[in-house]
T-cell receptor, first 115, second 112 residues
Framework: DGGITQSPKYLFRKEGQNVTLSCEQNLNHDAMYWYRQDPGQGLRLIYYSQIVNDFQKGDIAEGYSVSREKKESFPLTVTSAQKNPTAFYLC??????????????FGPGTRLTVL | SQKIEQNSEALNIQEGKTATLTCNYTNYSPAYLQWYRQDPGRGPVFLLLIRENEKEKRKERLKVTFDTTLKQSLFHITASQPADSATYLCALRADSNYQLIWGAGTKLIIKP
């Protein structure tokens, strides 16, 4: 099955800890994205990558970091500098970034709770 | 700033009727608009895309309209079914950096 996977589904973190959320896709998509979803708000872009070894900050990148060493993988690290990390995190991919009219394919999400 | 608004209150519709959801935007001239469905605890799933030069797009029981003068898109589900109950999100492509800007979504409840 082609698709995009995220792990873990639920994650609990103590204050001051860094955690890494996994995102893997086997759709052969060039572009990958990380969003944060909070109740009553639209998805907010954290980071995106249009190609391997390149990524760009989104609207709310502070306190987060990413890497894109492989086409199929785009892990997100939530650092202790992120003041309010409790949220639902969604990873997505699309055929290409940029101006293309591409739909985004989403993973099942990771719900992060800070204790 | 660019802003997208969807009804924050849940929409309750009787099974078999047409459900209509609204997406309004301001300070923006999008090249296209997308609609997604999201079930609780899951990622959104793409439904339809409509371009700025298209007035209407259909897919099975779904219909999307795009009025660039009113700065509004309407999403219709005809012959609605309880299985259509979900949150529906609209998203526009940003002007300068090709990112999608997302509405908060409208929760649709189809009652049997």
């Amino acid at each position: 099955d082609g698709g995009i996977t995220q792990s873990p589904k639920y994650l609990f973190r103590k204050e001051g800890q860094n955690v890494t959320l996994s995102c893997e896709q086997n759709l052969n998509h060039d572009a990958m994205y990380w969003y944060r979803q909070d109740p009553g708000q639209g998805l907010r872009l954290i980071y995106y990558s249009q190609i391997v070894n390149d990524f760009q900050k989104g609207d709310i990148a502070e306190g987060y970091s990413v890497s894109r060493e492989k086409k199929e993988s785009f892990p997100l690290t939530v650092t202790s500098a992120q003041k309010n990390p409790t949220a639902f995190y969604l990873c997505a991919s699309s055929l290409a970034g940029g101006i293309a009219y591409n739909e985004q394919f989403f993973g099942p999400g990771t719900r992060l709770t800070v204790l | 700033s660019q802003k997208i608004e969807q009804n924050s209150e849940a929409l309750n519709i009787q099974e078999g009727k047409t459900a209509t959801l609204t997406c309004n935007y301001t300070n923006y001239s999008p090249a296209y608009l997308q609609w997604y469905r999201q079930d609780p605890g899951r990622g959104p799933v793409f439904l339809l895309l409509i371009r700025e030069n298209e007035k209407e797009k259909r897919k099975e029981r779904l219909k999307v309209t795009f009025d660039t003068t009113l700065k509004q898109s309407l999403f219709h589900i005809t012959a609605s079914q309880p299985a259509d109950s979900a949150t529906y999100l609209c998203a526009l492509r940003a002007d300068s950096n090709y990112q999608l800007i997302w509405g908060a979504g409208t929760k649709l409840i189809i009652k049997p």
